[in-house]
């Protein structure tokens, strides 16, 4: 655990609401709260919890989508939270993100060629459009499509597929640590497993760090190495899988955890 | 004949559709090819353009030039002047066909202008939000609320009567509500997230307003365009009806009109032919506007 590839120390993020009418008074919404995590290299840690306890917040907190208010991010030795944009550009390469809806994280006026290259010039990894396409090729056969869809438009694909060029776009960056924000809560329950053994070998293939956000347990306990559970913006407990799932501590942990859905005939035989 | 043309254009498409795969542009184009009302509003603003462009060249009389023959000639076949003559002799059709292209040139100019400043000044305020937006868009609202015509007067009585400065003027106030408009779309775009997505990769800020954003607004953007574009022509001929417009020789429909509705009574071809042309133009520019519409919104892809 000493070479932590990101290592996280009293992260806050808080939100300040907009003032009710001209001179109402702004509220702040302490979206995190002090949450102190550690992943190390190759490890998937699990962030769980239910809606708005700021799980995702941690998420875009760590890509620069959100300000921190306070706290620190350890990227390889390099606190991120305190880097100018300008500064965090190269970072960016290493650290990215597949987003929930593959609905909406893919520009609907874009081929997947122009989807996939953009990140390629954007980091310099391709000089021209030739060597991109060598490398956007290769990337989709790794995420399970054909090269052929290259000149095709978002709106042709179905929702696993969408989410699987989401994929691509992350891994064509070849990043250090890849933050999955709710990557199969939108997808179909049938697509959700395809989906989720696609992430799970990707991640195994090339040994990457990830944050997994979810709400679903049933989803974590698949893939994660470690847990943490998240309730109104502070970690309640963190462990690895089996220690959460087969021996929860918080009262928290115990509610999550009886509260995922099960078909009841076990309970017969029982 | 066209029609026909536009037809093999719609097999050919969807022919080519099913290898390449479609973009939303294209899908819209082809339902737009689908609606009769816009296809011959198209062809009928299709012919008044060649006309207007190509005609006078082969016309006897020229727009300027009095027929000494002819003077307040009523229109008829066998004298050449097919649409009459003006209290000066000078040929009606030559010159309805010449204001048309004025006043078509003043609506494309103009409309260009109001598109560049409206969609590059709605996105930046749209998407850089806070205080830049506040800023921008009261900007705006104070520009609104001066009445255009007295900016036009004054405009006019600065640089003097030049058609070039009514093209600017009249883009400049049409720009107002394009950006309104493209403001409040990339207000709805800007939380999508193939935006975050492009932010989360490394882009600028004028990159995804360029690239992601700017293109996602086409839809209402032409179609607003569309709609301008007889907005414009009819204000062009107002501004001319008031003597703002162009000058004589020179000619547009507003101003044709203006002369036409003084000599109503005895000389009515002049009103008519002008009238016509205008509505003409104005209703089929509004048919494409409206089928623009309907091609672009059924569902947002």
Redesign the interface.
Known sequence: MTEAILSIRDLKTHFQTQAAGFLGEKKVIKAVDGVSFDIAPGEVLSLVGESGCGKSTVGRTLTHLEKSTAGQALFDGQDILTLSPAQFRPLRRDIQMIFQDPFASLNPRLTIEQTLGEPLFIHGLAKNWAEARVLIAETLDLVGMAPEVMTRHPHEFSGGQRQRIGIARVMILKPKLVIADEAVSALDVSIQAQVLNLIKKLQRDSGISMLFISHDLGVVRHISDRVAVMYQGEIVEMGTKHEIFENPQHAYTRKLLSAIPRIKTRQVNA | MILQSFKCNLFNDVAEGEV??????QEAMLRLRRNKAAMIASAILALLIIAALFLPAFLPYGYEDPDWNAFRAPPSIESGHYFGTDQNGRDLLARTLYGTRVSLLVALVATFVSIVIGVSYGAIAGYMGGRIDQAMMRFVDIMYALPYILFVILLMVIFGRNVYLLFAAIGMLEWLTMARIVRGQTLAIKN???I????????SSAAIIF??IV??L?GPVVIYAALTVPEIVATESFLSYLGFGVQEPLTSLGTLIAEGSDAMEVLPWLLWFPAAFLVLLLMSLLFIGDGLRDAFDPKD?
């Open positions: 390449s795969g479609r973009s939303l542009w999508r997230e193939f975050e997505a492009a932010r989360a990769s490394g882009r690239r992601h293109p996602n086409v892809r």
